[in-house]
């Protein structure tokens, strides 16, 4: 990771770690959750490379940048409202090529959805467009459809899961999550949710060392892990503040990359969204095919960097 400069930004009335190398044009990239910037470090020397400038930070509530204590600070108002700020101090009187995983890929659809002017193309890895359901609220609808146990719904209480995750500690959690490879609707059972507590028995994929762990482990020791999870927690708040948008098509060049074991592309009904014409008529300048990356789990941006990175460049070098 030899070069890359690190550097705090005042945006939208917070103070946002930010991690950059190369000069050219911009291309953002947005982690998810429970991740970094450093997520994103072999994508970050690979396109400084290549002639781009990447451009990686901590979201709102991670690492570096400043967690406001309220839910309702992580809107999708707020958290777009950052990365507008963001895109404006970088860029001058222009857009960035878009790339985002997980979290930072439901982040960035509301970017399409909210200011496509500042948007050149958008890979988005692992997480397709959610439509807005106009009369049922997301939270409500995993519950009923998954239970009490699927993730999202176990992440609402604020401080329960918290309390669950300091008994593992920080190294545990994330080791439990990052190689996870189970496909289908991820769960947190209410008793040893994250398996083992010292999960000796989970052994490290090579493309994750101890070394990143050490990394992702102490700065989630320092922060915790509740800006993370107040993004879960305000997707009620977030339904209720696009109305306005609901039926209202992305209208950004978009390629969607998913892992053939992801959690998400085995979650019901993704598939058949992803392939079967919905995808594409919401968001009608999507790539197709889509990609499909064979024996991939939900981390493919650090699993296959290399073929991502590919997939990646291939894609925006369109619209250079």
Known sequence: ??????KTVNVNGINMHVAEKGEGPVILFLHGFPELWYTWRHQIVAFADLGYKAVAPDLRGYGGTDAPEDVYSYSCLHVVGDLVALIESVVVGGGVYLVAHDWGAMIAWYLCLFRPDLVKAFVSLTVPFRPRHPKIKPVDGMRAFFGDEYYMCRFQEAGKIESEMAEYGAEA????ILTDRTPGPPLVPKVNP????????IKLPHWFTQQDLDFYAKVYDQKGFT????????????????RAWTGAKIKVAVKYI????DMVYNTPGVKEYVHGGAFKNDVPLLEEPSIVIQDAGHFINQERPHQINSYIHDFIHKFT
């Open 227 to 242: 800006g993370g999870l107040n993004y879960y927690r305000a997707l009620n708040l977030n339904w209720e503040l696009t």
């Open 258 to 261: 998913v892992g053939d074991v």
């Open 1 to 6: 990771m030899e070069g890359i400069k690190h």
């Open 173 to 176: 959690v994330i080791k439990n």
């Open 194 to 201: 994250f398996g083992s507590k010292s999960n000796d028995d």
